[in-house]
């Protein structure tokens, strides 16, 4: 009776651990994205620029703020290509996972206008 209640235990404590490590490993981070309404577009962690950046590789959540119709918002790099049509305003959320590498976000249409922003990963 004692083996079965101490390989029960363990086989609880194991258990635990699986689940205690699933969860931890599914943490998502929030980058805000905004385009316009002038001849402006940033992103952003908790506030702060990434332009020029790193960042942990890993999942990610987009949220962007497209403010102007004659621009869009544009990120790409290894694995990633979302962006908003140009004619678009409104806000839009993506869910993206960086790989090492260099990203970067700009208007298609305005880039060579400065619209244009860049970031590493590793």
Do not use: E
């Not at 506030?47 to 869009?72: M, Q």
């Not at 305005?110 to 244009?116: A, V």
Request: proline share 2%; hydrophobic share 40%.
């Amino acid at each position: 009776m004692p083996r079965i209640r101490i390989l029960l235990v363990a086989a609880i404590a194991m258990l635990a651990l699986a689940v205690a490590g699933s969860q931890a490993s599914t943490k998502v981070t929030t980058l805000a994205g905004t385009v316009g309404p002038g001849f402006t577009i940033n992103l952003t962690q908790n506030g702060h620029s990434v332009k020029n950046k790193t960042l942990k590789a890993g999942t990610y959540t987009i949220k962007v703020n497209d403010k102007a119709s004659i621009h869009n918002f544009h990120l790409f790099g290894p694995g990633v290509s979302k962006k908003t049509g140009v004619g678009f305003k409104g806000k839009a959320t993506w869910t993206v996972k960086f790989k090492t590498g260099s990203y970067t976000y700009r208007c298609d249409i305005h880039f060579m206008l400065g619209m244009i922003g860049h970031f590493k990963v590793k």
